[in-house]
């Protein structure tokens, strides 16, 4: 399979303890996004990166939430002391990323958090 | 106000009948993309454009970038194109995210 993976599929945990989902983006692509998605409504962007670098952070990124792409291959995205606000579905898509135009978005299947 | 606007919220059809999915948006925008989401989070892009029409099979996408509109029309559907059809907006500010709609669940009836 050559799409996007994300992992875990779904994660239950309970208030105040730290969670970490990981998105493997198509291999050749340099742009990886994060979004969150609640139910009835569309997604939400939370941030981006152009290989390794970070370059676009949403207000909605707390500083309880942290994203890395450490070798500018797959990404993590790290929640600190959950919230019950905190469940949502949460997305990483991949696009080429070879040119400043708009692009054609990959998305995996998303880790849907559940925070007791 | 949401930046995305997107209606019907649900539309309900009979096998055959045509359909159409309007989204209106309130920024100037360099593309607009149709998605369609399946139950379970799955997210596939329909289209991408930025000016006038484009067809993929049963499904026309259409943008008028003057009125900042655009729709999505199915043709003769199919209980298979029952899902969550969802606009999106890259803003022309150069940032690369996507703004978008809250979807529009169809669901199409044998």
């Known amino acids: 399979d050559t799409g996007v993976s994300q992992n875990p599929r779904h994660k239950i945990t309970k208030r105040g303890q730290n969670v970490t989902f990981r998105c493997d983006p198509i291999s050749e692509h340099n742009r990886l996004y994060w979004y969150r998605q609640t139910l009835g409504q569309g997604p939400e962007f939370l941030t981006y990166f152009q290989n390794e670098a970070q370059l676009e952070k949403s207000r909605l990124l707390s500083d309880r939430f942290s994203a890395e792409r450490p070798k500018g291959s797959f990404s993590t995205l790290e929640i600190q002391r959950t919230e019950q606000g905190d469940s949502a579905m949460y997305l990483c898509?991949?696009?080429?990323?070879?040119?400043?135009?708009?692009?054609?978005?990959?998305f995996g299947s998303g880790t849907q958090l559940s925070v007791l | 106000k949401n930046e995305v606007e997107q209606s019907p919220q649900n539309l309900t059809a009979q096998e055959g009948e045509f359909i159409t999915i309007n989204c209106s948006y309130s920024?100037?925008?360099?593309?607009l993309h149709w998605l369609q989401q399946h139950p379970g989070g799955g997210i596939v892009s329909l289209f991408m454009l930025s000016s006038g029409k484009k067809k993929h099979g049963r499904l026309i996408a259409t943008i008028n970038i003057q009125e900042k509109h655009s729709s999505l029309h199915i043709t003769a559907s199919h209980p298979r194109d029952s899902a969550v059809y969802i606009c999106a907006v890259k803003e022309n500010t150069g940032f690369q995210k996507l703004v978008f709609g809250t979807g529009t669940r169809l669901l199409v009836s044998p």
């Open positions: 898509a991949s696009s080429l990323g070879q040119t400043r135009a708009a692009e054609k978005l990959f």
């Open positions: 920024v100037g925008i360099s593309a």
